[in-house]
Antibody, heavy 121, light 107 residues
Framework: EVQLVDSGGGLVQPGGSLRLSCVAS????????MSWVRQAPGKGLEWVST????????YYADSAKGRFIISRDISKNTLYLEMNSLRDDDTAVYYC??????????????WGKGSTVTVSS | DIQMTQSPSSLSASVGDRVTITCRTS??????LNWYQQKPGKAPNLLIY???SLQSGVPSRFSGSGSGTDFTLTISSLQPEDFATYYC?????????FGGGTKVEIK
């Protein structure tokens, strides 16, 4: 079964850091492009970051650029999102998601259940 | 950035109704348009990719159409399990962007 299990969320103070993890199973993680998408309470979906397996390139939304780092550990089948200098408006449920097959651009056919991040003093 | 405008933002419909949701993009994106369904407290679920391709396992009452800047998601006969929020998303260019969502409620 194709599955993504995200974890690492919690309560953090403004300016703090947190690392989210997403363990993949049931598919070839090495050859998969992966993303993080978030959803603030009561709001819509917002793309955060993508790791492209083919080029090794990483992409970030402006809201994440310079503060968040996406990475992966192939040996652990795990995707990470390192979040630094966290702000109140980073409060959201963070989903990891697997990008679908090319050539239709980056869309997401497999999603984790989500990890809740709350930034508050 | 490509702006995504979904309409309506909400609608009330009855079981068996035909429902149409539209998504307009601020620039032409070919058919790089995808649709998701999200129920409260759950992750989004991919319905349609590449504007009109039905994702495996999704009921055939869902269909998508359009190209360029104007796209449509249609539910041919609304079922009780279809009451949810629907989002469009462009996969043409970074940053990837979503529409604001359409909440489909029971009339």
């Amino acid at each position: 079964e194709v599955q993504l299990v995200d974890s690492g969320g919690g309560l953090v103070q403004p300016g703090g850091s947190l690392r989210l993890s997403c363990v993949a199973s049931g598919f070839n993680f090495r050859d998969s492009t992966m993303s993080w998408v978030r959803q603030a309470p009561g709001k819509g979906l917002e793309w955060v970051s993508t790791f492209n397996y083919g080029s090794g390139n990483t992409y970030y939304a402006d809201s994440a650029k310079g503060r968040f780092i996406i990475s992966r550990d192939i040996s652990k089948n795990t995707l990470y999102l390192e979040m630094n200098s966290l702000r109140d408006d980073d409060t959201a449920v963070y989903y990891c998601a697997k990008v679908g097959s090319p050539p239709h651009g980056d869309y997401w056919a497999v999603w984790g259940k989500g990890s809740t991040v709350t930034v508050s003093s | 950035d490509i702006q995504m405008t979904q309409s309506p933002s909400s609608l009330s419909a009855s079981v068996g109704d035909r429902v149409t949701i539209t998504c307009r993009t601020s620039q032409r994106i070919g058919t790089y348009l995808n649709w998701y369904q999200q129920k409260p407290g759950k992750a989004p679920n991919l319905l349609i990719y590449a504007a009109s391709s039905l994702q495996s396992g999704v009921p055939s009452r869902f269909s998508g159409s359009g190209s360029g800047t104007d796209f449509t998601l249609t539910i041919s006969s609304l079922q009780p399990e279809d009451f949810a929020t629907y989002y469009c998303q462009q996969s043409y260019i970074m940053p990837l962007t979503f529409g604001g969502g359409t909440k489909v409620e029971i009339k």
